[in-house]
């Protein structure tokens, strides 16, 4: 029987932040995926901290809120402890891209079967604007009154990089869209990893742009690591041009845990 999704904390996101998206967007995923037979007591959300992280106060269903950037060792340990777990993991791109990095890089590189869904705004929300890993250049924040002088990470390009098995990129503006790829992301049998971007509304309101130029892939062979590839370098996080969201890399492998044979 269905659950009720929410808990009774209450929310303090901005009044229109994109956080609301994705939640809305992850529980229509899990109640449509529990009619296909998923069992809900077997998931495990976890979040890092900042704006984001505190989906898993909102979110009725087990959950470890962790230190920042360190959800994802976290996961990993609860699917190892328990195989029949099944942890997702929301992260802020400053958790993920800059405290946690080298946890996102070697989870993928393992093919731990966990997800990693990131809420990308392309800033330290929580924080109040800071610069972070994926801001572009020029960006001007609190701790960047001139503009950031660095060059941002592209982090399809870095999960390629790292061997993940599943590369998405979502975005808020397009809730269907994302549903589907959350669907997919979690049908996958390996390391899923979606970096859904969002613009925070206070500190980095990027929706004019991303209106203008964020697009929908075209079906592609997405077991192709060099047009996934191609595709991930299409936009660089920093110069303007078209966005294209979707899956760019769905490669079958061996799970972390079924090499060192806890799983069947
Ligand atoms: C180890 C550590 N360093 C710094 C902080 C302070 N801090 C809290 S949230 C945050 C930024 C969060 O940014 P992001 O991960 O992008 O999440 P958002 O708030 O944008 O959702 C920082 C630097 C902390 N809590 N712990
Ligand atoms: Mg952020």
């Not at 998931?43 to 890092?48: A, D, F, K, T």
């Not at 330290?124 to 609190?142: D, H, I, M, N, V």
């Not at 790292?162 to 549903?179: I, M, N, P, Q, W």
């Not at 925070?200 to 060099?226: H, I, P, T, W």
Request: overall charge neutral.
């Amino acid at each position: 029987m269905s659950r009720e999704m929410d808990t009774k904390i209450e929310k303090t996101w901005c009044p229109g932040c994109a956080n609301f998206t994705i939640e809305a967007v992850f529980k229509n995923t899990l109640l449509e995926l529990e009619k296909e037979g998923l069992d809900l007591s077997k998931v495990v959300v976890l979040s890092g901290i900042g704006c984001h992280g505190k989906i898993s106060d909102y979110l009725n269903l087990s959950s470890f809120y962790s230190l920042h950037g360190r959800a994802i060792p976290v996961a990993e340990g609860i699917k190892l402890a328990n195989k029949d777990l099944i942890p997702i993991v929301f992260v802020g791109d400053g958790d993920a891209y800059g405290e946690g990095l080298e946890h996102l890089i070697f989870a993928a590189k393992r093919n731990t079967n966990i997800n990693v869904f990131v809420h990308n705004n392309r800033v330290y929300g929580l924080t109040t604007g800071q610069f972070a890993p994926t801001s572009p250049e020029k960006f001007k924040g609190r701790s960047t009154p001139k503009g950031s002088v660095e060059e941002p990470l592209n982090p399809i390009e870095l999960m390629l990089a790292s061997k993940a098995s599943f590369v998405a990129r979502g975005y808020t503006g397009k809730a269907e869209h994302l549903k589907d790829l959350m669907k997919q992301a979690l049908h996958h049998r390996g390391f899923s990893f979606i970096d859904i971007l969002q613009p925070c509304l206070a500190y980095f309101d990027s929706r004019d742009f991303y209106g203008k130029n964020v697009y929908e892939m075209e079906a592609q062979d997405v077991s192709n690591f060099n047009s996934a590839m191609a595709k991930a370098l299409e936009w660089d996080y920093n110069n303007g041009g078209k966005i294209p969201v979707g899956v760019f890399y769905n490669q079958k492998k061996l799970t972390f845990e079924e090499k060192i044979c806890l799983t069947n």
